[in-house]
């Protein structure tokens, strides 16, 4: 299909806004989404987008477009045709195998968010959606300051001596400014490469460099010693050693399953992280004994739990609370009464991140245990 040159850059304008308003509304459904619920929140997917994908199907994908332009235009059209993919698996029709089909609508998400992040620089629009309101995108000198390490994503594979794990490394990154580092916990099932981008906004916007592993197993191992945490200090003596972090400034915190591991590792390494912060977690038996001998103490933890949380219940969590601090330990709670179970998008950016933020930083006298 012939298009002459302004009409497509107005075509991939109006574009451009309608995926800015996808990737918006999917993120708050996907953060407020409730099982008993999921047909009211197909239906606000549908108010918002409308018949954006199939439109791109039929009038944006087929066009001609500028000779410059014509590897964005298909690196474009692969990554809206991943969403196109998410949106579609996610209206499928409530059933049981609804949250199988929610599994794969989210790993098409995130595949078309890594292709839609590599093309940022020529989508202002889009490009608007991966920083916070007001902030400025981390770019890189003239003169690469990063002393040859890759910046951005960073994709690790599975060895023998620990999982997969998924790191960003904000864009400008000089070994002469140290970063901190934000070590992000997925849940159940989950995959650090898709945990992630719950980070991904406020981390690069605050220039925080974020660690988001892969569990050993389909979750994370609920023992003392625990398998995954030495996998996970592996990657963070990986990390450490390719990067500048700061040591005053490592942060720990997971969703669901992952927010029962931030208390297990938190605990088996406080003298590595400033602060812990499980969100929709639960605390395992597993800690029993590391409660006992008071490991952790001096490590404050931020719990986030929400009232309608279908997982666990808020009651063992307000319990869990009012014990640890009974103990001795530094807890600040923070119940949700809106909230269920979900991908914690602007929990971590308004309400995580800040009160990391507000930690001084901690003091490292002490080096890791392996």
Known sequence: MAHDDGAYMDTLTTLQNEIATFLRTFETIQEELRLGAVA??????????????????????????????????????????????????FMTKPSQEWTLAFLYSRKAFCRGLYQLYELRDQLPIVAAH?????????????????????????QRERNDERSEYTLYI???????????????????????????????????????????PKSLGNTWDMTVPSRDTRSVMRMFDEVTREYSIDRARVYLSGLSDGGIFTYILGLE????????????????????????????KDTP??????????????????????LLKQIGYNVTYEELPDWGHAFPYSINERMVLPWFE??????????PRG
Request: hydrophobic content about 40%; overall charge neutral; aromatic content about 8%.
């Open 170 to 212: 904000p864009e400008d990154y000089s070994p002469e400014r140290p970063l901190p580092l934000i070590v992000a916990l997925h849940g159940g099932h989950g995959q650090g490469s898709e945990y992630v981008w719950t980070w991904l906004r406020p981390a690069r916007s605050n220039r925080y460099a974020i660690l988001a």
């Open 358 to 367: 507000s930690l001084p930083a901690k003091q490292t006298s002490d080096s």
């Open 301 to 322: 933890i931020f719990v986030v739990h929400g009232v309608h949380d279908f997982i666990f219940p808020v009651t063992f969590t307000r319990q869990t609370c009012n």
């Open 40 to 89: 009211e929140s197909q239906a606000q997917l549908v108010a918002a987008v409308g018949d954006t994908f199939r439109r791109f199907d039929s009038t944006f994908a087929p066009l001609t477009p500028p000779a410059a332009m014509k590897d964005l235009h298909e690196r474009l059209c692969s990554a809206i045709s991943e969403l196109g993919k998410s949106c579609n698996l």
């Open 130 to 154: 991966f920083l916070q309101p007001g902030s400025h995108a981390p770019v890189p000198t003239a003169r690469p300051a990063s002393g040859g390490a890759p910046t951005g994503f960073i």
């Open 269 to 296: 390494q406080s003298q590595l992280f400033r602060g812990l912060a499980p969100v929709a977690g639960a605390l395992h038996l597993a800690v029993d004994q590391m409660l006992r001998e008071g490991r952790g």
